[in-house]
């Protein structure tokens, strides 16, 4: 449609039917009969049967027979035959599931992101999905906060790339060509800086923060063109974001210049009440209207209350026409105008959903996302000793996670699985141990079975089954790991380790046998000194997905060489978070060795986590040369270039990411201890060298100042390359007036 015809179109709309367009509710409403969800569980939402009817979007459906058989009935029955959106959380995959997005993170290889990104839409897209709720540029810091899983790790410059190349992959140049989506990202804003980790708890911090490390990841996800963004549920500066004007209409509208739709995130605008901060849904709608929010996700706070809010001239109309427009032109830009059911179709479902090229995709993904922490030289497996698989993850189809509700656990390869293909039946067994959980960790409220609990004897029995395989063995893999309700949304914690039904197990095995690698399944860093203590090699697995156990394989195997690199720092223990690399600058620093006791440092535990950001370890050794800079003074608009020399020292080929980090040593505001600013990945031959180079320009010495610019300052850079965020290797340089 013309751009005039849109206009038209609203012209001629009643006040119920715009308000309508703002409204996205569930399935559920739209049933042959849905008078069970409008007089059952639905009811207490209040919404009307006509206000059904009206509505513009639908949230969390999907099939293309179904989603055609749904937009034609509406479309008949809407005054104005507007087509509806169908909108889906496809976070990390639709059918095809790939790793989660914290290992994504770990590739260190947004282009890879972005090819999942294209792969998940292409599969939304033929079910007659138009919308994504992905990506989640949220930066985290609290590994207690279970949707870390949701985030590619604690760097904002790393996460910005992640955003923008997922951005690119779900949308293409244009969403509304064939097999793409409309991206959405989310949560607007700082919602991974909830208090202590506690999901939807409040978020405290300074608009330096929330400028400099906060905003950074939306606005590249925002730039690459995202058609929506979600809002978050936590307050900012004191105010729910969802009703926070400063931040939607001035940041976010004016300074990032987003014109596309806004969401609120699930019943956010209702909980402006409960925030204490809407005196009643009426005047809750009145206030996310007045902050631009055009969709009130699943609540009737805006079918029940816009309408008069506008006619009794308490809310200028011309708001809410704003808003219907913005809907409306994602529908345009979509083509649904012309095609309202786009790329739904139940034939090509058959051969796009889970296609090898997916699977291998899949694969490809999670051999890259897997972090190798620690390996003394038992890795590669050799394959002609007897190798005992031991751990409830052997066998365990739950290798996705629970932001991959449209994957079915049916397509995922175990490690099981995967073994038999590929090991001598002779020399390997498999025995699971114990469950994945019991009864000593609390899930209340989640719909899984949990208590199909193994009785006592039966735990007897599967332990001692796995005793004698680990002590028959020469090597014994043990997969252990969180369930995978133990994270993703309402999933916070306070303990950061694998349930202890798992690590009983583990301890008996290491007692029977000190030759374990451990393969972890999670979607968070874990407190993981005993492991990594007890544990020979460990492989750091996230939930990989659909192909996860034959990324496991491969890297056992040495089929692949481990090259994942963590997105987020492991900490030493919980009483250390948040950990992150590029914190700020104390003027008490504490080093290793410093007697002086009043620094800032814990008395128990050092201040380093277990394992840094950016580390992890591959099956061949890299030297890295010292740093060379082109220049040691740089003035506006000149480029200064970082060299090494990185080397393969070992005997397999192999693939290193070398990780440059400035420090802004002098500044009118604290800065980070030093913040990653470019990396490579180079693939290397035994014994073969490469000269990597990293270009330094001054944007990137930028930061939000004080006065509200965004700008750098004259004085002296320390530049360190090396293969983690605790490179040594350093060079520095003075930025000139
Ligand atoms: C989550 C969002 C999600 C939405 C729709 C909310 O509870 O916070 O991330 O997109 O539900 O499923």
């Known amino acids: 449609m013309r751009q005039e015809e849109l206009t038209a179109l609203l012209q001629d709309m009643s006040l119920e039917e715009k308000v309508g367009q703002m409204v996205q509710?569930?399935?559920?409403?739209f049933q042959e009969d849905a008078s069970g969800v409008l007089t059952g569980p639905g009811a207490s939402l209040g919404i009307l049967e006509k206000d059904v009817w009206l509505t513009g979007s639908i949230l969390g459906t999907y099939g293309a027979r179904e989603l055609k058989e749904l937009q034609k009935k509406y479309m008949e029955r809407h005054p104005h035959h507007i087509p509806l959106l169908f909108m889906m959380d496809v976070i990390h995959g639709m059918k095809t599931i790939f790793p989660i997005p914290l290992g994504l993170g770990c590739t260190f290889e947004p282009e890879l992101a972005r090819r999942c990104a294209s792969a998940a839409a292409k599969e939304a897209a033929v079910t007659g999905l138009h919308v994504t709720f992905s990506p989640m540029a949220d930066l985290v810091r609290d590994a207690r906060w279970g949707r870390v899983m949701e985030s590619t790790g604690e760097d904002p410059w790393l996460n910005g790339l992640f955003a923008g190349a997922q951005v690119e992959g779900f949308q293409g140049k244009d969403p509304g060509k064939p097999d793409k989506i409309a991206s959405c990202i989310k949560h607007f804003a700082a919602y991974g800086a909830a208090e202590a980790g506690r999901d939807y708890n409040s978020a405290e911090l300074c608009e330096h923060t929330l400028r400099e490390f906060y905003l950074p990841a939306y606005r590249a996800g925002i730039d690459a063109g995202a058609a929506l963004v979600m809002t978050s549920f936590n307050t900012v500066d004191g105010i729910p974001a969802t009703i926070n004007t400063k931040l939607m209409r001035k940041i976010l509208r004016e300074e990032m210049e987003f014109d596309g739709v806004l969401?609120?995130?699930?019943?956010?605008?209702?909980?402006?009440?409960?925030?204490g901060c809407s005196r009643g849904e009426r005047d809750a709608a009145g206030k996310a209207v007045r902050a631009g929010v055009d969709i009130d996700m699943m609540t009737s706070v805006y079918s029940r209350n816009l309408a008069e809010l506008a006619r009794s001239g308490e809310l200028d109309e011309s708001l809410i026409d704003e808003c219907v427009m913005r809907i409306l032109e994602l529908k345009n830009k979509l083509g649904l105008f012309e095609n309202p059911y786009k790329d739904a179709d139940e034939e090509r479902e058959k051969t796009v959903l889970l296609c090898e090229e997916h699977r291998n995709l899949a694969r490809e993904a999670a051999v890259?996302?897997?972090?190798l922490l620690k390996n003394d030289g038992i890795l590669p497996v050799n394959r002609n000793q007897k190798i005992a698989f031991v751990g409830p993850y052997t066998d365990s189809r739950q290798i996705k996670s629970s932001w991959s509700f449209t994957g079915d656990e049916k397509d995922c390869v175990t490690i099981r699985e995967a073994a038999m293909e590929a090991l001598d039946p002779r020399l390997t067994v498999y025995a699971c141990g114990c469950p994945i959980i019991s009864g000593e960790t609390c899930l209340k409220g989640f719909t899984e079975e949990l208590s199909q609990e193994p009785s006592g004897r039966e735990l007897e029995l599967m332990r001692e089954e796995a005793l004698r395989a680990a002590r028959e063995a020469d090597v014994v893999i043990m997969p252990l790991g969180e369930h995978y309700l133990q994270t993703g949304e309402a999933a916070s914690r306070a303990f950061l380790e694998i349930p202890?039904?798992?690590m009983e197990l583990f301890r008996e095995v290491c007692r029977v046998n000190p030759n374990v690698v451990t393969v972890l399944f999670n979607g968070r860093p874990l407190d993981l000194r005993e492991i990594s203590g007890k544990s020979r090699a460990v492989l750091e697995a996230w939930r990989p997905g659909t192909e996860g156990g034959h990324a496991v394989l491969d890297l056992l195997l040495g089929r692949e060489n481990p090259s994942g690199k963590l997105s987020m720092s492991m900490p030493y223990c919980v009483g250390q978070t948040p950990v992150y690399y590029n914190h700020t600058s104390t003027g008490r620093p504490y080093a290793a060795g410093i007697q002086d006791r009043f620094r800032s440092r814990y008395l128990d535990i050092p201040n380093e986590p277990l394992y840094?950001?950016?580390?992890?370890?591959?099956?061949t050794t890299f030297e890295i040369s010292p740093v060379e800079l082109s220049g040691d003074r740089m003035r506006l608009g000149e480029t200064l270039t970082a060299r090494v020399r990185v080397k393969n020292t070992g005997s397999r080929p192999g693939c290193v990411t070398v990780q440059m980090y400035l420090q802004d040593v002098t500044a009118s505001v604290a800065r980070p201890v030093r913040e990653l600013k470019g990396f490579v990945k180079a693939e290397l031959e035994p014994e073969e060298e490469k000269t990597v180079e990293f270009s330094i320009e001054e944007p990137m010495l930028r930061f939000w100042r004080a006065d509200g610019s965004f700008a750098s300052e004259e004085g002296d850079f320390r530049v360190f390359v090396?293969?983690?965020?605790?490179?040594?290797?350093e060079a520095g340089f003075t930025l000139l007036p």
């Open 25 to 29: 509710l569930m399935a559920g409403f």
């Open 263 to 275: 969401i609120s995130d699930f019943s956010a605008i209702l909980e402006t009440v409960a925030h």
């Open 368 to 371: 890259k996302s897997m972090v």
């Open 500 to 502: 202890q039904v798992q």
């Open 612 to 619: 840094p950001f950016g580390y992890g370890l591959s099956y």
């Open 722 to 729: 090396g293969e983690d965020s605790a490179a040594e290797k």
